[in-house]
């Protein structure tokens, strides 16, 4: 503990003695080592669980730690001939759609926050109303729309729904607010027309906001199970997350074979939020340029 005398300021003088211990991280770290470890444990366990046998994994109690290496789980994923096409629809899937979003997102999003026309702001109350209706009231209308369009059982029903979304669009709007005009018009000036300022000098600012779209977006579609349920039937068209419940029968199933499916599932997403984790937080924590 620091003990710190002063003298009168005339004297001009300081006199400090003993030393504070210093941490050498941050106190938070205290807190936040547990809690991540707390979060890391299920990673950690499927991870684990992956390399283990059935019998290790059936066994109560179960297993912390697998007494030897076993890739039966991997073999079993990676030998059967629909994995790789589970995979490859849910790339295009989400890879279609995470574009798609980007590029009608910021198109609408540019235009509900600088233009000006009849019924703007009712349109996008309508909007964003929409983000409030649970999806359980929707699927079914929506079923209805991909079925007159002859898109069920087809990658089609699962891209058409979400080519853009209303989060996308007010995300991207509200970022689009926050920077300053004075550089469009600045280019307005020069000639440059709508399009081109929104290319050439909007969307270099605003890759915080594109790749939190682009990471939300990706994540959702990635992980989507409930709506591939409902809209594919046959199973050549399965996505992965709908792909991995016919691991799981009712009298039998493969846990080693899940959860190897499951660790390939996830480092996708993982490497995608790894790559753009640096704009990601830099767009929570971000309100615009000042200008």
Not at 17 to 41: E, I
Not at 46 to 70: G, H, K, T, Y
Not at 140 to 155: A, E, N, Q, S, Y
């Amino acid at each position: 503990m620091t003990t710190r005398v002063e003298v009168p300021a005339a004297a001009g003088i300081t006199v400090r003695t003993g030393t504070r211990p210093r941490l050498p991280f941050s106190p938070w770290h205290l807190l936040l080592v547990p809690l991540g470890l707390v979060f890391a444990a299920p990673l950690v366990w499927l991870l684990l669980s992956s390399v283990m046998s059935n019998a290790e994994i059936n066994r109560f109690p179960p297993a912390l730690w697998p007494s030897q290496v076993d890739w039966g789980g991997y073999r079993y994923v990676l030998e059967n001939a629909l994995f790789v096409r589970w995979f490859t629809n849910t790339v295009i899937v989400a890879g279609t759609t995470v574009v798609s979003n980007l590029v009608l997102g910021t198109l609408a999003g540019y235009a509900f926050a600088r233009l000006r026309f009849g019924g703007s702001r009712v349109l996008l109350g309508l909007m964003l109303a929409t983000m409030a209706i649970p999806f359980q009231l929707t699927m079914i209308p929506t079923f209805l729309v991909m079925k007159k369009l002859g898109l069920i059982d087809t990658l089609g029903a699962l891209i058409v729904p979400s080519l853009v979304t209303p989060f996308a669009v007010f995300l991207l709007r509200q970022f689009f607010l926050s920077l300053p005009r004075e550089l469009e018009e600045a280019a307005w000036i020069d000639g440059c027309s709508r399009l081109r300022v929104l290319v050439r000098i909007v969307l270099p600012l605003s890759r915080p906001a594109l790749s939190t779209v682009a990471v939300l977006t990706f994540l959702s579609t990635w992980n989507d199970l409930t709506w591939p349920l409902i809209a594919i039937n046959h199973d050549t068209q399965y996505t992965l997350q709908l792909g991995l419940t016919t691991f799981q029968g009712e009298h039998h199933t493969n846990w080693a074979a899940v959860m190897a499916g499951n660790v390939i599932t996830v480092l996708p997403v993982l490497l995608a939020f790894l790559g753009a984790q640096k704009t990601f937080i830099q767009s929570i924590t971000s309100s615009g340029l000042k200008g």
